[in-house]
């Protein structure tokens, strides 16, 4: 419960600064907007952008190993 309010917290801090920190889907790793435009939508208050709304459904399944990929993408600056 802890880790999973760290990273919700270190993704919150995405929308205050106003950019997103990845140019690649966190689920599929293609880059975004070579399939057209993102897919774009709010996980518990946390915007995920995906290359497809067909990766929405692997995001699904296991949130937390790809809002982690966002997390640390954000502290590290990529």
Do not use: N, W
Not at 27 to 53: A, D
């Amino acid at each position: 419960m802890k880790k999973i309010l760290i990273l919700l917290l270190s993704s919150l801090s995405l929308l205050v600064a106003g950019e997103y920190p990845l140019t690649t889907c966190v689920v599929s790793g293609e880059k975004l907007g070579e399939m057209g435009k993102p897919y774009v939508f709010t996980h518990q208050g946390t915007e995920v952008r995906l290359c497809c709304e067909d990766c929405q459904e692997k995001f699904d399944k296991h949130p937390e190993k790809y809002l982690a990929k966002l997390a640390e993408a954000s502290k590290s600056g990529k």
